[in-house]
Every structure is written in structure tokens, then in C-alpha cells.
């Protein structure tokens, strides 16, 4: 009873399919309900594209721009020290007392001015000494070579007469030397700082009485990498700037360089002179230092064309519409531009806007020209 009842139950489904598949040809006017010819399931077009195009693989759309050589000026940016074009300080040679100081803090002096006067009551008596045996030597000496004309002195007399004479002589210049040592003149010109002593202050060798500075020409020492030291020379211009004036650039040149490399940093002492006559940069101020090199055309492009993996570097050069993959190496950097070395020649178009979607031989389509890198 139970299989007949599955038997009666399979042929009225297969009834009722027959039925459906005689309804589907009635309503497509005959036409069999199968797949049409050339159609892939789950499309309606030949080439198998979805609806909306969702499954179109078209040319994608970028901008691009052109790698061209421009001039490029090479600059270096160090740090160094400002130093006076000629610096001393002022102070005695032998322990005595301060009489009178002939400068003001400050004041801009000539070369042999005089800044300070000491005691010299007792080396003027010790020259005035001095110049009396002197003239008591010299004029026994004239009498003797008349006696020795005449052969009443002998040779010998006449020598230790003569040498009587040389040895006043030399003790005349030690005192007139000592009167000397009581004046402090000024070496050069420039201008003399704070002062450290007073009228009556007895002050001994070595002890700084003030500071003289010839600050007309700026001295500014820094460091350069050594593998900068070819391409550097005297004459070559700088550009320098520090935080008393953030606004302004001080213009130098470059006056000498050091012959020898610190053998720690690998680098070398360059000097530039900057003009200061005006006086507003002081020794001992921290300068920043740009220096610029001659200029050279090198091949640059945007830096945003630029695609990294890992230590290399690529570039997707549009060539015959097609987007091609090309490792670079890159040198010189300035902002928004790369300088190339290798990989792609001039005039050669690379991507710049759409890398993301871009792989290597696919089809591009440019959207725009991009800026060029002149």
C-alpha cells in the first residue's frame, strides 16, 4: 500500500513538469526555454559583462607627468660658530698697579690707542738710571780711542771700554722696555668689552683687564661631511641665519678650509667670512649655514610618482597606453620633486595620481596632463 502511494506521488510530479515546461513554450511564442546560444550564465551580453558594467576591466584613469632634466643647485645645510675676525685679551705683562684707564665699555678704538696706564714712578727712575751710566760709558769710550790713537791704552783696555759701553747700552733698552710695559696700547682696531678691574687694582700676568674684538668681518667656522670636500672651495657662496634675527639671511663666502679631517667624524673645518659692518652678529653666536653648490641639470620628477617596497624604488612609465613597472634609483630630494639617477631616460612619462590601481602592464588611460617638473 505504501508503494503505491510513492508511485502515484512520482507521477504527478512528473506530470506537473511537463506541464510547466509546455506553459514556457507557449509564452516564448515556441522558442525552447534553455540557455541562450553565446550567453554565459548570469549575463545578458556576449563578452559576459555584468549590468551597470560592473564587471568591466576598461583603461584605468591617471594622471601622469614628465620627467625632464632642470638646473639644480646643490646646497648643504651645517651649523657652526661665529668668531671675530681678530680677538685678544687685554692683559699685563708683569704685576703692577692700575693709575688710570683711558676706555669706556664698549667703545670702538684705533690700533695703538691707549687703555690702560700703570705705576711707573719706579721704571722711569730705573730708565733715567740707565741713560746716566749710559752717557758716562760712551763718553769714556770716546776718550779712551783717543788715548788708544796715541798709544798711551792698550788694545785690550779699549775692548773692555767698549764692551762697558754695549752692556749701559742694553740696560737702557730693558728699562725703556719696562716704561713700555707700564702702557697697554691696542693691538688693533675694534672694539673692547666689559672692564674687569679699576683705578688702584693691582693686577698680576694673565689677569684680563677686558676683551678687544675686531668684529667688522665675521669668522664662521662649521664641519662639512668629506664627501662633500671635492665640490667645496674658496669663494664659494653661503647663506646663513641665526635666532637673534630668524628674518634674515647673512650672505659670505667661503675664506679658507682646514687641511686636516677630524679622524672621528670624517669631516673637515670650513671658515667663511661674512661682512659685519653694520655689528649685529656677535662672536660666539650658533649660526645655521646653507651652502650652495653650482648648479647641474638633473633629471627630476614628482616625488609622488614614486612607489617603495621595501629598501627599491618604482615608477609606472606610461608606455603605448600601457603602464609599465620600472625600479629607479633616486638621488637628490627638494621639496615635492626626486632627482633620478637610473631606470628611466628623459621625457619618458611616468604616473603620479592613481599608482593604487595601476599594475604592471595594464592599461592606462590619462585624465588629465599633469604638471611637468621644470
Known sequence: MVVNLRMIAVGAAVLLALGTLGWLAVS????????????????????GARPGGLGARGPVEVIVASASKVPFAQELEAVGSARANESVDITAKTSNRITVIRFAEGQQVKAGDVLVEFDGEQARANLAE????????????????ELYASKALSESQLDQLQAA????????????????????????AGRVGLRNVSVGSFVSPGTVITTLDD???????FSVPEVFLATIKEGLGIQARTSAYPETHFSGKVSSIDSRLDPISRSVIVRAHIDNR???????????????RSEAN?????????????????????RDGKAVRSEVHTGRRRPGEVEIIQGIAEGDVVVVEGTQKVRDGSEVKVQQPGPGTA
Open 165 to 188: 759701553l754695549s752692556s749701559s747700552e742694553a740696560r737702557v733698552a730693558g728699562a725703556r722696555s719696562q716704561v713700555n710695559d707700564t702702557i697697554i696700547r691696542a693691538p688693533f
Open 278 to 292: 653694520d655689528g649685529r652678529l656677535k662672536p660666539g653666536m650658533f649660526m645655521a649655514v646653507k651652502l650652495t
Open 298 to 318: 638633473a633629471l627630476m620628477i614628482p616625488e609622488q610618482a614614486l612607489v617603495p617596497e621595501g629598501e627599491r624604488k618604482f615608477v609606472f612609465a606610461v
Open 130 to 145: 740707565s741713560e746716566a751710566a749710559l752717557r758716562d760709558s760712551r763718553s769714556q769710550f770716546n776718550r779712551s780711542r
Open 28 to 47: 516564448n511564442g515556441g522558442a525552447p526555454a534553455g540557455p541562450v546560444a553565446g550567453a554565459r550564465p548570469g549575463g545578458n551580453t556576449a563578452n
Open 215 to 221: 668684529t667688522s668681518v665675521i669668522k664662521l667656522d
